[in-house]
């Protein structure tokens, strides 16, 4: 069993702002909210003279590159976490918010957590928020690491989802936690005319026995019409959160994040409201990516966001893993409409080497890909730029996926096919076309 209450106090003078660059003023009629995701807590991270032991999350790999910050092998060290919050903390301003997309745990076996390990990880994350944030509200999403047996979440009332309903007592009001408590979602209102609406896509992923043969489990998908539907009366935007993300994976061929039926279903539900839904915010892949939903007729009517996690950790046979990583997104105070990402990121390796945290910017969207906002054309311009002609915008992009994990590494050919048909089509009958068809265009380069 992990020693949940032993943390890491190994380092750490308050990380130095000065490459994180901020502007003292927002454009007028702009405001801005937060975005952390996969935190991933490992308790046990220790340094130590065998690499092999430093963190459970490794499952004996040698972390070799272990430091003060963490190591690519292993999940969070708590050093890590509260750098990030620090870094975070001193960027804020009163009106923000965060939106918390999920997965506090680390990746260790089943038998080193259990229950009451994984809510005391969400109740030390949470507390930590609130430390670190006491005057924002934060709005949180469940992910499939936020359960034991991890994936396992249940369509009704549980331990896990009770504890949340009451960690989270300080942000969110008694009729959405009432729908935490019962199913893991919930719905409130953050600014006047602007709804965020917490999905619980752990209900719709794949390794999910407790769900597997229930055509709506937990009654989510009928609260989420009825809930659309009230927003779209009542004149309101909303802002979609969720954990595993809607669309198709950008590494894997042809592969959802939840089951296909669900995908199928939820994409369609997004595009019948996609006049309501002004941004969708997901984690879970650790990566940096973007989607546009497009209409039948080929329209970009929705803009989604998967954003990169705070924990480094990639499994010992993947190729490349993320820095650490969290962001903002800028957003018009009219219509909730986006109009920007600034992405920020430690360098891990180097903040080891110097024993100091320079969480830095790492891009501004519009910038990095020339779009005049965020909004569902300008995405669907990024996407067609991505397509090789050759693209000059790919490389770019995939580094940025990464976190500017190495610039060394390159995705080309199907690599590259399988990452640009996961930003422009979410559908399974668009996507399959998008693979079949630009095959050829991608494998001649
Ligand atoms: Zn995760």
Redesign the pocket.
């Known amino acids: 069993m992990l020693e949940l209450h032993t943390f890491v106090l190994l380092c750490c003078s308050a990380a130095p702002l000065w490459a994180a660059p901020t502007r003292s003023h927002l454009p007028p009629g702009t405001a801005r909210f937060w975005h952390i995701?996969?935190l991933?807590l490992d308790p046990s991270y220790h340094l130590g003279p065998d690499p092999t032991t430093v963190c459970l999350s490794s499952k004996g790999a040698a972390a070799s590159g272990a430091g003060v910050f963490g190591d690519f092998l292993c999940d969070s060290p708590f050093s890590l976490i509260r750098s990030a919050f620090t870094s975070m903390a001193a960027l804020t301003q009163p009106q923000d918010f965060i939106i918390w997309t999920?997965?506090s745990p680390p990746?260790v076996p089943v038998d080193k957590l259990s229950t009451d390990a994984v809510v005391q990880v969400i109740a030390n994350m949470t507390h930590t928020l609130r430390q670190h944030f006491p005057q924002l509200t934060v709005y949180p999403a469940l992910?499939?690491?936020d359960y034991w047996p991890q994936d396992q979440m249940p369509d009704s009332t549980n331990a896990v989802y009770e504890a949340a309903a009451e960690l989270w007592k300080p942000w969110l009001q008694p009729e959405a936690l009432s729908t935490l408590s019962r199913g893991g979602f919930y719905s409130q209102l953050a600014r006047p005319g602007l709804r965020i609406l917490s999905l619980n896509t752990i209900l719709y992923y794949g390794p999910n026995r407790a769900t597997r043969n229930a055509t709506d489990p937990a009654g989510q998908f009928k609260w989420l019409e009825a809930t659309l539907q009230d927003a779209a009366r009542n004149q309101e935007k909303v802002y979609i959160i969720a954990?595993v993300p809607v669309g198709f994976l950008p590494f894997a061929s042809g592969t959802t994040a939840m089951r296909a039926g669900a995908n199928e279903r939820l994409v369609s539900v997004f595009r019948r409201y996609s006049h309501v839904i002004a941004g969708q915010f997901y984690?879970?892949t650790?990566r940096d990516s973007v989607m546009v939903l497009l209409d039948r007729r080929g329209e970009a009517v929705s803009s989604a966001f998967v954003a990169p996690?705070v924990?480094p950790i990639r499994n010992v046979l993947e190729a490349y893993s993320n820095n650490p990583a969290f962001r903002t997104y800028w957003y018009h105070t009219g219509d909730y409409s986006l109009r920007d990402v600034w992405q920020y990121f430690l360098n891990l390796t180097e903040a080891n080497q110097k024993q100091r945290s320079d969480w830095r910017l790492e891009y501004v969207m519009s910038e990095a890909f020339g779009l005049t906002d965020l909004q569902p054309r300008s995405l669907l311009q990024l996407g067609l730029s991505l397509l090789p002609a050759p693209s000059r915008t790919f490389p770019t992009y995939f580094s940025h996926y990464m976190v500017d994990y190495d610039r060394s590494i390159t995705c080309e050919g199907e690599c590259q096919l399988r990452q640009v048909c996961a930003v422009l089509h979410m559908d399974r009958p668009s996507y399959s076309k998008c693979v079949s068809e630009r095959r050829a265009g991608f494998s001649q380069l």
């Open positions: 995701t996969d991933h999920g997965d990746h992910g499939n690491h954990h984690g879970h650790h996690a924990t």
